[in-house]
């Protein structure tokens, strides 16, 4: 499975955008798909995730600013951010777990797209 993610940029603060992740390949179905980003210098960090029940989840960092959803005829999940902060600038990465004919895949990756906020 490959995963693009596209829609980042530069914001100014409080600003917002809108990220987009979709997934393609071979694959039978996808489970969860979630974002996570990593800030210059410092290591991954999770920030929003669709499970396949539909609910979600968010780190508290982003909780109340950001909205995550899945459009799952199109292997697509979106993250909605606004009010967005200098904190927030990151190269951000999409994630999916699923079945493939190979069997369940824990952990599929996108390159990433640069956020930045500006203050």
């Known amino acids: 499975v490959q995963l693009q993610a596209s829609g980042g940029g530069l914001v100014q603060a409080g600003g917002s955008l809108r990220l987009s992740c979709v997934a393609s390949g071979s694959f039978r179905s996808i489970n969860a798909m979630s974002w996570y980003r990593r800030p210059q210098g410092s290591q991954r960090e999770f920030v929003a995730r669709v499970n396949g029940d539909g609910s979600t989840n968010f780190s508290d960092s982003v909780k109340g600013r950001f909205t995550v959803f899945r459009d799952v005829a199109k292997n697509t999940v979106y993250l909605l951010m606004n009010s967005l902060k200098p904190e927030d600038t990151a190269v951000y990465y999409c994630?999916?777990?699923?079945?493939?004919?190979?069997?369940?895949?824990?952990?599929?990756w996108g390159l990433g797209t640069q956020v930045t906020v500006s203050s």
């Open positions: 994630n999916a777990d699923g079945w493939s004919d190979r069997g369940y895949f824990p952990n599929a």
